[in-house]
């Protein structure tokens, strides 16, 4: 007797969950010769090509099961997800417009949407859903840690904190609610959550990923009103608790950076700063995370002919299909060696501009603030000749202690040992320094002291740099209405400040680990 496609479907999901990538790729084919365009079983095989490497193959799965146009709440959530890694936006919102009005689709659809929107920076498009879920149900948490989470994006940090704050009468237990509402403002010693927060961590009970949400928040809070040594505890607690959750080892990023270092240079146009083609001319602000990308991102938006985009993903997805291989995050130590064998970067840097085309309007420059964008230099001087790269340049301890203290996602594992930061950060800058020598003109070093303390001569230096007149909008910072989706999100709304005292310096001794790493000889 034949077994049923649920059937045959559980049997998948048994090996996929085991890791036997091969059989749940047969038992998944099986439903589809059983039911051709089954969505469920074509999204599922885009998942195990993915977790295999193999890009192209999972692309395509996912634009199939897209084809298809699946009307179940769950394989829609899931193929969102796909969608979006794939920075496929305009399929992913023809599935979103197949649903019908917006008062049709149930609020975990909308917020599942929402959420993949808000990735690929469509910050009002998220809102959008995120109104429509809130309308229909005004009481559920999800709803509004979400809409203030993108109302903060937005800079309407006002509406973000009611949301929050309601979401916390009705549901005090959420960690995450706490540590959005600690980032809205700063805390005063007479209205602050630290109380609060430190009776949350002591209750027994808590995950690591809620552990550290909650010390995220009270170091934030506590650094707010003055009491360093209670903050460093926390961020200890909460580094801690989150480094727990990661699966990392620093020779991860030695081996990427000595396979990078490794690679031909390109031989073939290598234009000078001021040379340009006729078309789309793309400016990749890069360096570390926390170096003040977003800040040089918000002002060049101020210029006519430069539209800000955000953090985008989508030049490592050209990279991913060169080398049809899914690597993770960024970029990996695999898929540097693969674009070793050869990859046409013609191609890439023309199937790149073709997939920005969608975001952008009349200007003709447009920015890719991707901070660890940095990695890839060398393909896209090698891909897109007319780009412009801009790097920014921050004092290694105040870098360093910004990405400390920082809650990121799982894409910078290095982030949360003083020691593996450091250590991350010598092979940035010997990464950096291999790339000034490869490809000599073609990046410009942008210091973030000197862009907060003389902003309108270093915008000056990056306008000459691009091939643009300087204009005075540039500096009107408080003008910018764009979407912000980086952690600087709040910071950037207000004007450019040039701090007298770093912030590090009450956490020196605290830091000593992380000033003695970076202080060491490069391996």
Known sequence: MNPSISELSQRAEQLAGQ??????????????????????????????????????????????????????????????????????????????????????????????????????????????????????????????????????????????????????????????????????????????????????????????????????????????????????????????AKRSTLKYQSEESRRLVDALIALPTGTGDMRTPGESDAGRVPIFIVGMHRSGTTLLEQLLDGHGDIHGVGELYDFTSQMRWATDYHCRGVIDETLARKAAVGVDYAAAGQGYLQKMEWRLGKERFFTDKLPSNFLNIGFICQALPQAKILHMVRDPVETCFSNLRELFSDANPYSYDQDELA????????????????????????????????????????????????????????????????????????????????KWAPYEDYLQPLIRGLRAETA
């Not at 809620?210 to 934030?220: M, Q, R, T």
């Not at 010997?430 to 000034?436: D, G, K, N, Q």
């Not at 020598?437 to 915008?459: F, K, N």
């Open 19 to 240: 890791g036997n990538w091969h059989a749940a790729r047969e038992a998944y084919k099986a439903i589809l010769a059983r039911q051709p365009g089954h969505a469920g079983a074509l999204t599922q095989l885009s998942y195990v090509e993915s977790l295999q490497g193999h890009y192209r193959a999972a692309r395509e799965y996912a634009l199939g099961a897209a084809a298809a146009k699946p009307r179940e709440l769950p394989v829609l959530a899931e193929l969102a997800k796909r969608l979006r890694t794939f920075n496929e936006a305009e399929v992913l919102q023809d599935c979103l417009r197949g649903l019908g009005g917006l008062d049709r689709v149930p609020i975990p659809l909308l917020l599942a949407f929402a959420a993949q929107l808000s990735y690929l920076n469509r910050q009002e498009d998220a809102l959008r859903l995120l109104d429509e879920a809130k309308r229909a149900d005004p009481d559920y948490p999800p709803t509004l840690m979400a809409r203030a989470q993108i109302l903060t994006y937005l800079g309407r940090f006002q509406a973000a904190e009611q949301d929050l704050q309601y979401c916390l009468r009705r549901a005090p237990e959420i960690a995450q609610a706490w540590w959005l509402v600690s980032r809205l403002r700063k805390q005063s010693k007479d209205a602050n959550h630290v109380e609060r927060l430190r009776r949350l961590l002591a209750a027994p009970g808590k995950r690591p990923d809620e552990v550290a949400l909650l010390a995220y928040a009270l170091h934030k809070e506590l650094d707010d009103i003055g009491d360093f040594a209670g903050a460093g505890e926390a961020l200890t607690l909460a580094c801690r």
């Open 423 to 502: 250590y991350y950060h010598r092979q940035y800058e010997r990464l950096m320094a291999h790339w000034r020598q490869a490809y000599p003109g073609r990046v410009l070093d942008v210091d973030y002291g000197r862009l907060t303390r003389d902003t309108e001569t270093v915008l000056r230096e990056v306008a000459d740099f691009c091939g643009l007149e300087f204009e005075p909008g540039m500096l009107a910072l408080q003008e910018r209405t764009r979407g912000v989706a980086t952690a600087s999100a709040v910071q950037v709304r207000d004007r450019v400040v040039a701090l007298e005292r770093p």
